[in-house]
């Protein structure tokens, strides 16, 4: 086991990430990238992905292809959209008519290879894409219903709907990655994040389990920690 933590200047933080992001990258190395607010200054530095593949975290079922709040809408503006190559982006299909079928898809997909390096944010309430509080280390890709705060949280993506459920990668897939490294910025995530690296590990907030990941890196700025 080992989790490691580095923390950088509010104004610093994102350029020291994306320099060491560039020697996760190149040819066949499967990603798992998450979305939102705190990854985006970090992926707008990003130039290259060296024909990485990217698997989507996770996605909101309920919004219209191209919402502002749909996580590939905020992928491909904050990262695909400026690189020189495009590279393979494999995403949950919640638009599918049955996305129960569609989960076990794309987990399948993620399981064939497994996932070399993942980046995850952390959640107002402690969650792992949409391993939402209660998820515990063994749950699989799935259809997930939303927790309160991750819908609110929609909302400050510009999302035009309110959505209550989603497909995401699961702690499972997340824990058996060859790396992760767990992104956290802001003042306002400071709380969850003392809780998320120094209360019990259990399912009450998923992040805790990732202290017990062999090979985990938490990224933070002074404002969330330290
Ligand atoms: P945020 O989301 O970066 O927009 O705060 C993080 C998360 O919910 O995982």
Known sequence: MSFQVESFDTATWADEVARRFASRVGPGRRLCLATGGTV????RRITDLGAAGIFLLDEF??????????CETMIRRDLLDHLADSPCLVVPDVDAPDPVSAARRFGEMVCEGGIDFAV?????NGHIGMNEPGSKPDTTTRVV??????????????????????IT??????????????V????????ILD????????????????????????????????
């Open 61 to 70: 079922g309920g919004l219209p292809l191209g919402d502002a709040g749909r």
């Open 145 to 166: 219903d939303l927790a309160p705060s991750t819908t609110e949280n929609a909302a400050s993506y510009g999302a035009t709907t309110a959505p209550t459920w989603g």
């Open 184 to 191: 956290v910025t802001g003042r306002h995530k400071r709380e």
């Open 120 to 124: 995850v944010g952390l959640g107002a």
């Open 40 to 43: 985006g200054p970090l992926y």
């Open 195 to 226: 809780r998320a690296l120094t209360g019990a590990i259990g399912p009450h907030i998923p992040a805790t389990y990732l202290r017990e990941h062999p090979n985990c890196t938490l990224f933070a700025d002074t404002a969330a920690f330290g």
């Open 169 to 182: 990668i699961g702690m499972a897939e997340l824990m058996a990655a060859t790396e992760v490294w767990l």
